[in-house]
């Protein structure tokens, strides 16, 4: 006989407890449990089926023509080269940052190269996404749409058309008879992920799941979501920005440090072929507390513009603020100049902001953030063909970062003339024409050289 339970699943985790406790002991998150009823004992009503034996590993064979391009070369790079078949990729980002936006232009753009496409949707009917569609461009009777909140009638759906590319948007409508929790709760988003990875592993269909986040900004839902798929892709970006960027948190099949660039328009996305050049449109000439510096995404350099502004402060507490930089960085290196080099900033407020909206996290960009501050507190303008990169440490020594030769080439590309870099690198990097090197082993060093 079937027992029905109750249960307490954390939703960040999907810890599992008999009772409600205020902190997960899996997660250590806090007020994340809720209850849900489970039904015990139930005899499941689909057959097991063992659709294969185990093989030696040397007689597995392996093709290289196993991805399929999705015609937007910006995802192609972070997927790792395309779209693998029989993978479960999810894409996450917060309520109309443009994920269903981007999935349409996949689709259009698959069936456009004669792939089969089932688009299944939870949330809106055929004539609401016929109608987005119609602002993308014209589709292919390749694409096939199906508006369906049980998996059950989906899978039926994938095996009457047969897709190579299946589209589940979103994760959180789908629901499974078998499991008596609501839709979107954590065992209804667990079960349907591991079934829809069944189904793209047996059928070798490339599933692409949406997913929405939580105000924390991770998906809705169990954290074993994302062990269980294959490639995690989020959509950042600020809603009142143009500018969407993809990045790659997991990835099986390649880097998971490659991002990509798009800008929005009424049309959909579109992709950002040289996101340094777009960043600095727009860069204020001879002002003080703006500078330039070069971050590596991946293989990629990406030219960015970091601004400062250091002011006496009017209360006894000193404020502190950052933008797209972690703000206890910020906190480090403005120690760092109070000790090492002599500038006094603990009567002052200070604002750092990176623009266009996109966060950084490398610490090659910490003399960037270090020249800002000088320069703003000094008001003295850094020159603003002069591009800056390096890590510093806590001793105020500016330490050599990785691939110093490719971004130093991305700035001479885009017409910079001096380069303020780690004099490890220097040492050890060719001239390059149109661009002067200026090595550097602390931070005094550089605050002399501006």
């Not at 985790?13 to 009772?19: L, N, T």
């Not at 793209?200 to 949406?210: G, L, P």
């Not at 209360?315 to 480090?332: A, C, E, H, K």
Request: some cysteine; charged content about 20%.
């Amino acid at each position: 006989m079937a027992k029905a339970k109750q249960v307490f699943f954390c939703q960040e985790c999907g810890y599992e407890s008999v009772k409600w406790m205020g902190q997960c002991p899996g997660c250590k998150a806090w007020n994340t449990f809720v209850e849900e009823k489970v039904v015990t004992g139930a005899k499941k009503s689909r057959e097991k089926t063992y659709a294969s034996a185990p093989a030696s590993i040397l007689s597995i064979t392996t093709n290289e023509e196993i991805r399929i391009t999705t015609g937007m070369k910006e995802l192609d790079r972070v997927l790792g080269g395309g779209i693998v078949k029989g993978s479960l990729v999810l894409l996450g980002g917060d309520p109309g940052i443009g994920k269903s936006t981007i999935l349409l232009q996949v689709c259009r753009n698959l069936t456009d190269a004669g792939h089969k496409v089932l688009y299944v949707s939870g949330e809106e009917s055929p004539q609401q996404i016929k109608m987005r569609a119609e602002r993308l461009g014209v589709f292919k009777e390749e694409m096939y749409l199906h508006c369906e909140t049980d998996l059950e009638a989906v899978e039926a759906a994938a095996a009457s058309v047969d897709p190579e590319v299946m589209v589940i948007d979103s994760i959180q409508t789908m629901t499974l008879d078998d499991v008596a929790s609501a839709a979107g709760s954590v065992s209804q988003v667990r079960e349907v992920t591991n079934r829809l990875m069944q189904i793209a592993k047996m059928k070798n269909i490339a599933i692409f799941i949406v997913g929405h986040v939580t105000k924390e900004g991770n998906v809705a839902g169990p954290r074993t979501l994302e062990h269980m798929v294959d490639t995690v892709l989020y959509f950042e970006g600020e809603r009142s920005s143009i500018y969407r960027i993809l990045r790659g948190v997991k990835n099986r099949f390649g880097s998971t440090n490659e991002i990509g660039v798009f800008e929005m328009k009424d049309t959909g996305l579109t992709e950002v072929v040289n996101p340094s050049q777009v960043m600095l449109e727009g860069r204020p000439i001879n002002a003080s507390g703006s500078v330039v510096v070069c971050s590596m995404e991946g293989t990629r350099p990406l030219l960015i513009e970091i601004q400062a502004l250091v002011a006496q402060t009017n209360f006894q507490m000193p404020r502190r603020t950052s933008v797209g930089i972690d703000y206890n960085r910020v906190n480090l290196l403005m120690a760092v100049l109070e000790k090492r080099a002599g500038i006094h900033l603990g009567t002052c407020d200070a604002y750092v902001n990176l623009t266009g909206g996109i966060r950084l996290s490398e610490p090659a960009i910490d003399l960037g953030i270090v020249m800002a501050l000088v320069s703003s507190y000094r008001n003295r303008a850094v020159d603003e063909h002069t591009i800056i990169f390096g890590e510093v440490g806590l001793t105020g020594e500016v330490r050599g970062v990785n691939m110093a030769e490719q971004r130093v080439r991305e700035a001479a590309k885009l017409g910079f003339t001096t380069c303020i870099l780690p004099a490890s690198n220097a040492a050890n990097m060719k001239d390059i024409q149109g661009i002067r090197l200026m090595g550097v082993s602390n931070v005094k060093e550089a605050i002399d050289l501006v």
